[in-house]
């Protein structure tokens, strides 16, 4: 071969390449192309919280950055904080009627739609977080709250638990089951009717106008979750004298509520997704709780002198009764919660027993000196 057919070969070889080249690049950037244009879906979320709320109202709003995230933004979740554009105890509806997809609160809220809709937030006496899980994964729970939600057009999910919560704030000294009598407290769900059983008044207000209440005598005493959310909330200026246990709350869940149409109309990936980052966002709250918890109540206690004190045994022995009798009318008037409070009851008895010879004989031990 001469040089000139040399030299042209490798012309013609070099001109082949870079079209190659060209070309390769060309599809490089219209797969690109198309990878940017992917559909984004867009939600709003309603929530029962404040703006900012430790807690649940930043576990709303990191859910839905996680989702967007996990989604790689093909699913957008604009969160929108108690009043902002449906009032607190209004997120059932808003969701059902799908004005929002999405919803994020407490199911004890809906009790006058769902009276059986307790037994998905927190039973007084009941279930601790971890028990909680274990009869929404394990004990069937999960299956009787999607069916007691399922006319309502919506999907629950567990999504958070702020763990035992503290007894409250009180205005006054409580030293025997008669200083009761008469107080007008702030505390929602079966906790509320619990103690009316036992001489106090409820009352049911949403978290934003706790703290006015109190103060301005609206109310005796209220309960609200525990020291790291009630630090935030400054109760400890309406109030000083701190009660714990919170028998009413043992294990606080959080729900996330979704749209049946809106849910079922995401691609399985998306649905997949979802269902993932909400039992992330559940095990990260009640794991945000129990790290904070204990730093707020020393600053409570030391800075801003809190009385710290336990509830007397025989109101605590009043309470147990009363909230047996409460449970037991409530499932003898609504098939619904009679069928969900035999699972509770079946499920709890065997899971007591266990951790009497496990947590609380460990918590006991750990405690010896």
């Given at each position: 071969?001469?040089?000139?057919?040399?030299?042209?070969?490798?012309?013609?070889?070099?001109?082949?390449?870079?079209?190659?080249?060209?070309?390769?690049?060309?599809?490089?950037?219209?797969?690109?192309?198309?990878?940017?244009?992917?559909?984004?879906?867009?939600?709003?979320?309603?929530?029962?919280?404040?703006?900012?709320?430790?807690?649940?109202?930043?576990?709303?709003?990191?859910?839905?950055?996680?989702?967007?995230?996990?989604?790689?933004?093909?699913?957008?979740?604009?969160?929108?904080?108690?009043?902002?554009?449906?009032?607190?105890l209004e997120v059932f509806d808003a969701v059902s009627r799908g004005t929002a997809q999405m919803g994020?609160?407490?199911?004890?809220?809906?009790?006058?739609k769902i009276p059986a809709a307790q037994f998905f937030s927190t039973v007084p006496f009941g279930f601790?977080?971890?028990?909680?899980?274990?009869?929404?994964?394990?004990?069937?729970?999960?299956?009787?709250?999607?069916?007691?939600?399922?006319?309502?057009?919506?999907?629950?999910?567990?999504?958070?638990?702020?763990?035992?919560?503290?007894?409250?704030?009180?205005?006054?000294?409580?030293?025997?089951?008669?200083?009761?009598?008469?107080?007008?407290?702030?505390?929602?769900?079966?906790?509320?009717?619990?103690?009316?059983?036992?001489?106090?008044?409820?009352?049911?207000?949403?978290?934003?106008?706790?703290?006015?209440?109190?103060?301005?005598?609206?109310?005796?005493?209220?309960?609200?979750?525990?020291?790291?959310?009630?630090?935030?909330?400054?109760?400890?200026?309406?109030?000083?004298?701190?009660?714990?246990?919170?028998?009413?709350?043992?294990?606080?869940?959080?729900?996330?509520?979704?749209?049946?149409?809106?849910?079922?109309?995401?691609?399985?990936?998306?649905?997949?997704?979802?269902?993932?980052?909400?039992?992330?966002?559940?095990?990260?709250?009640?794991?945000?709780?129990?790290?904070?918890?204990?730093?707020?109540?020393?600053?409570?206690?030391?800075?801003?002198?809190?009385?710290?004190?336990?509830?007397?045994?025989?109101?605590?022995?009043?309470?147990?009764?009363?909230?047996?009798?409460?449970?037991?009318?409530?499932?003898?008037?609504?098939?619904?919660?009679?069928?969900?409070?035999?699972?509770?009851?079946?499920?709890?008895?065997?899971?007591?027993?266990?951790?009497?010879?496990?947590?609380?004989?460990?918590?006991?031990?750990?405690?010896?000196?």
């Amino acid at each position: 071969m001469n040089k000139r057919a040399t030299w042209g070969k490798w012309v013609l070889v070099g001109m082949t390449t870079a079209l190659l080249v060209a070309c390769g690049g060309s599809e490089e950037k219209e797969v690109a192309k198309v990878e940017q244009k992917v559909d984004t879906i867009h939600w709003k979320m309603v929530t029962t919280w404040p703006k900012n709320a430790p807690g649940m109202g930043t576990g709303a709003e990191v859910l839905a950055q996680n989702i967007k995230e996990m989604s790689n933004g093909r699913l957008d979740i604009k969160v929108y904080a108690a009043g902002e554009l449906v009032p607190a105890l209004e997120v059932f509806d808003a969701v059902s009627r799908g004005t929002a997809q999405m919803g994020h609160g407490t199911a004890y809220y809906w009790k006058g739609k769902i009276p059986a809709a307790q037994f998905f937030s927190t039973v007084p006496f009941g279930f601790n977080a971890q028990e909680f899980n274990a009869w929404i994964g394990e004990g069937g729970g999960l299956a009787l709250w999607e069916e007691i939600y399922a006319p309502f057009n919506l999907i629950p999910m567990v999504a958070g638990n702020a763990g035992v919560q503290m007894g409250g704030w009180f205005n006054k000294e409580i030293n025997s089951l008669a200083d009761f009598q008469g107080l007008k407290i702030r505390m929602p769900g079966l906790g509320g009717e619990v103690l009316e059983k036992v001489g106090a008044s409820s009352i049911n207000l949403p978290a934003s106008e706790v703290f006015t209440a109190l103060q301005t005598g609206t109310i005796d005493a209220t309960e609200w979750v525990g020291p790291y959310n009630d630090l935030a909330f400054g109760l400890y200026k309406a109030a000083k004298y701190y009660y714990y246990p919170g028998w009413h709350e043992p294990g606080s869940a959080v729900e996330a509520i979704f749209n049946q149409e809106a849910f079922n109309a995401l691609p399985n990936d998306l649905r997949a997704i979802v269902r993932s980052a909400v039992q992330q966002a559940n095990l990260a709250m009640l794991n945000e709780f129990t790290a904070r918890n204990n730093a707020a109540l020393q600053t409570l206690v030391n800075e801003h002198n809190v009385i710290l004190k336990p509830f007397p045994e025989d109101l605590l022995i009043a309470l147990k009764k009363a909230s047996s009798e409460t449970l037991e009318a409530l499932a003898a008037n609504d098939p619904q919660s009679q069928k969900v409070y035999e699972s509770f009851k079946n499920f709890l008895g065997p899971v007591s027993e266990w951790h009497d010879v496990s947590e609380r004989a460990y918590i006991n031990a750990r405690a010896l000196e």
